[in-house]
């Protein structure tokens, strides 16, 4: 039983850590997409203009002459706020279920070596939700915590299944506990 404290103490101690960073000593300052050989880069500030006003820079035009996606959609998805808990997050990404999330997930978006992908990309919603408990596809991609970070786009079709399957799974057997223990670390 002692063990299982410490370990909770140890976790709650790497949350509030991260909690008081005020911001990643690095952000991402640019995506590159990738298919197969084939890469693109776009600036984050391309992607942060044209999700607040759809001007397109010639690099986001040329992905959406290649992909052939609506613009609109693409915009509402870059920005489209997602509530969350970031201590319930913390504490979800490092369980069985969340493990498999980050791995499938990092697959996606990952650093150029594909090392640390998994670390890199809890720490970035962790740090995305700091601030008002809820992130966006734009700013997991500021606050990616490297230079650049890479967007697997012949991944993204197998990714986007399997964690939306992980969260109706989750959303449908684990409402009541997921309230509970979110109570709980509130009691904290």
Do not use: C
């Amino acid at each position: 039983m002692m063990p299982k404290l410490w370990q909770l103490l140890l976790k709650t101690s790497v949350v509030m850590i991260i909690l008081s960073a005020s911001h990643p000593v690095l952000a991402a300052e640019e995506v590159i997409f990738t298919h197969g050989i084939l890469s693109q880069s776009v600036s984050i500030e391309e992607l942060e203009q044209f999700a607040l006003t759809g001007e397109m820079s010639p690099s986001v035009q040329f992905l959406f002459d290649y992909s052939k996606q609506n613009p609109e959609v693409v915009r509402s998805v870059l920005t489209q706020p997602l509530p969350t808990n970031q201590i319930l997050m913390a504490n979800l990404f490092n369980t069985a279920p969340g493990e498999l999330v980050l791995g499938e997930t990092s697959q996606l978006f990952h650093t150029k070596s594909h090392r640390s992908s998994k670390e890199a990309l809890r720490a970035t919603l962790i740090a995305s939700a700091q601030d008002d408990n809820q992130i966006s596809l734009l700013e997991l991609l500021q606050n990616y915590p490297t230079t650049q970070v890479y967007i697997d786009s012949k991944s993204l079709g197998n990714t986007v299944r399997t964690v939306n399957n992980l969260v109706n799974t989750v959303e449908n057997n684990f409402e009541l506990p997921l309230t509970v223990l979110e109570d709980w670390i509130k009691g904290l």
